[in-house]
Nanobody, 113 residues
Framework: VQLQAFGGGLVQAGGSLRLSCAASGIIFRFATMNWYRQAPGNQRERVATITSAGTINYASSVKGRFTISRDSSESSVYLQMNSLKPEDTAVYYC????????WGQGTLVTVSS
């Protein structure tokens, strides 16, 4: 299983970014996909989840600002991040759960004030 996440970068507060994560080596349509983030000195926290049935959950800190989606034809999961805040600064990781838990390499999001 390989996960390739990209789309991070530097953005000003109030701006937007879209993260993408492409999966290979897995039956994507049966998988639950998560986005996690880890800020310096903090524990990794789950940001958003989308199940194979399309059930979606968000951390309270991002609800209303972030949108998770998936495209099974592309074996990809996305995280649209709007109204970004400096406290959203972190390394963002995609995680896939299907016969095990697998992680991508992370992509850095930096939000300047």
């Amino acid at each position: 299983v390989q996960l390739q996440a990209f789309g991070g970068g530097l953005v000003q507060a109030g701006g937007s970014l879209r993260l993408s994560c492409a999966a290979s080596g897995i039956i994507f349509r049966f998988a639950t996909m998560n986005w996690y983030r880890q800020a310096p000195g903090n524990q990794r926290e789950r940001v958003a989840t989308i199940t194979s049935a399309g059930t979606i959950n968000y951390a309270s800190s991002v609800k209303g600002r972030f949108t998770i989606s998936r495209d099974s034809s592309e074996s990809s999961v996305y995280l649209q991040m709007n109204s970004l805040k400096p406290e959203d600064t972190a390394v963002y990781y995609c995680n896939i759960i299907q016969s095990g838990s697998f992680w991508g390499q992370g992509t850095l999001v930096t939000v300047s004030s």
